[in-house]
């Protein structure tokens, strides 16, 4: 009987020096989009595709993270005294329950394959999904749970995809395609930043993962890939050649790239116009400057 998806790995130990200075002191996934931060959007839709437990893989500076997702007594009894039970009450749904959040540490960063691997123990023998909080995805059934279901079908190893520019792919990890049903894309062998004109496919890998966990021994022998890190995708393709499958899932909805300033800027303008008290105003701003 194939396992359940009940785990989830948050790749956070990144330095987010793109977003220099802010980042200086403020982790870049605790960066907000209207009024949540970024690794807030990742777990709810970890939690809507029926995750169990979180995973987080931090590094020095993170603490931020750690205390969003705890309790805050002072702010709570604040907030109680003061009637302001919606808030509270709001507050208190968004936490995990207790025992279901963990963290551990990389303490080098030497890529995204060891960020994961970092997480091993904590995993265990179960497959897992990752979830990269720079790639905010905005869905009517979330991107995670779309690929659940897609898992429930095929079984092995899943990816979210999307197409892009041949002119892009230098920036993603790129499928080799054996067959593709429109929804779901078998792939061959997966390719890290192949050069456009080596790029088997403009088909590419954004930041959600479903992965069986046979990827540690991969991971555990890994040497240094593309960029001199760690590659994930090189462990991937490794389990394709020991025989599981591996599939690109076109999710429905829209990825927003929040690891680049436009597309965070871009994210932020998007989800405040769908704002329920927010978005008529911003519309109006936004109409005042163009």
Request: hydrophobic share 40%; charged share 25%; proline share 6%.
């Amino acid at each position: 009987m194939r396992k359940s998806i009940r785990k989830a790995v948050f790749p956070v130990a990144g330095l987010g020096t793109r977003f220099l200075p802010a980042t200086k002191a403020m982790p870049k996934e605790m960066l907000p989009i209207v009024d949540k931060p970024l690794i807030h959007y990742a777990v709810e839709e970890a939690k809507a595709a029926g995750i169990e437990e979180f995973y987080f893989v931090t590094s020095r500076g993170k603490s931020a993270i750690d205390d969003h997702f705890d309790r805050a007594i002072e702010l709570e009894a604040t907030l109680r005294e003061r009637g302001k039970t919606d808030l509270l009450g709001e507050l208190e749904a968004r936490l995990p329950e207790p025992g279901q959040v963990a963290y551990t540490r990389q303490q080098t960063p030497l890529g995204l394959g060891h960020a994961v691997w970092c997480a091993r123990a904590l995993v265990g023998d179960e497959p897992f999904a990752v979830l990269l909080a720079d790639d905010l995805m905005v869905c009517e059934t979330p991107c995670l749970a779309q690929m659940v279901e897609a898992y429930d079908e095929t079984g092995g190893n899943l990816a979210a995809i999307i197409e892009v520019p041949r002119a892009h792919t230098a920036r993603y990890g790129v499928l080799d395609v054996v067959c593709d049903d429109g929804r779901l894309v078998r792939a061959r062998r997966v390719v890290e930043k192949p050069s456009p004109a080596e790029a088997p496919s403009t088909l590419t890998i954004i930041g959600r993962y479903i992965i069986q966990p046979q990827v540690f021994d991969h991971l555990s022998d890994a040497s240094p890939g593309t960029g001199g890190e760690i590659q994930l995708t090189d462990a991937l393709g490794k389990l394709i050649e020991d025989g599981q499958p591996f599939h690109g899932v076109r999710f429905e909805g829209r990825r927003f790239d929040c690891g680049d300033k436009l597309g965070f800027l871009e994210a932020t303008v998007a989800l405040g116009l769908r704002h329920a008290e927010l978005g008529a105003g911003l519309r109006k701003i936004l109409a005042s400057y163009l």
